[in-house]
């Protein structure tokens, strides 16, 4: 599916800030993937990757995992081992708003990731966080099944599929 999301903002130039509403430019480019496109699944978690994997696990065409993980620069929230199974599960991409690693390993998947940062250390496995529910971050909430488009001109949450 081919998008560009300046265009995507040039033709619903009117719903700007309702209905469609544009992340701040805070996140690095990873993955193989330049754009990608996909209904929204959230994660809210704090330096703990345990549901991560558990969502990762599941089937995930036409969608895209939102991971709130606090802004943490502390650790790290998705590496090459949640990145492949993301691309084995069919998942378009992943946006963390926190940390990866492996970001050599995971630029080879075909999978698009933005993330704040790289960081080396792995997270704490506890099993706390919570699932799908309204997330905010960038200036932005990200409701599940909403719309995320992202390209690398940035990222477009709306609340109708666009293309």
């Known amino acids: 599916m081919s998008f560009k ?5 040039d033709a619903n130039e009117s719903q700007l800030g309702k209905t469609l509403r544009v992340v701040a430019p805070m996140f690095q480019r990873y993955g193989a993937r330049p754009g990608f496109c996909g209904q929204i699944v959230t994660l809210k978690i704090f330096e703990d990757n345990t549901l991560v994997r558990e ?6 065409q036409g969608k895209v995992l939102v991971v709130d993980g606090g802004g943490s620069l502390r650790c790290a929230l998705v590496g090459d081992q949640l990145g492949i199974l993301a691309q084995k599960n069919g998942w378009e991409g992943i946006v ?22 790289t960081h080396p250390q792995k997270s704490v496995k506890r099993g ?14 990200f409701n599940p099944d909403e719309w995320l488009y992202a390209d690398p001109d940035g990222i477009l949450v709306s609340s109708q599929p666009l293309i």
């Open 96 to 117: 963390v708003y926190g940390c990866i690693r492996d970001s050599e390993a995971i630029n080879q998947l075909d999978i698009g990731v933005r993330a704040l940062n």
């Open 55 to 60: 969502v990762l696990g599941e089937p995930g």
């Open 128 to 141: 706390v966080g919570e699932r799908n529910l309204a997330v905010t971050f960038g200036g932005v909430t």
């Open 5 to 9: 999301t300046p265009d995507l903002c």
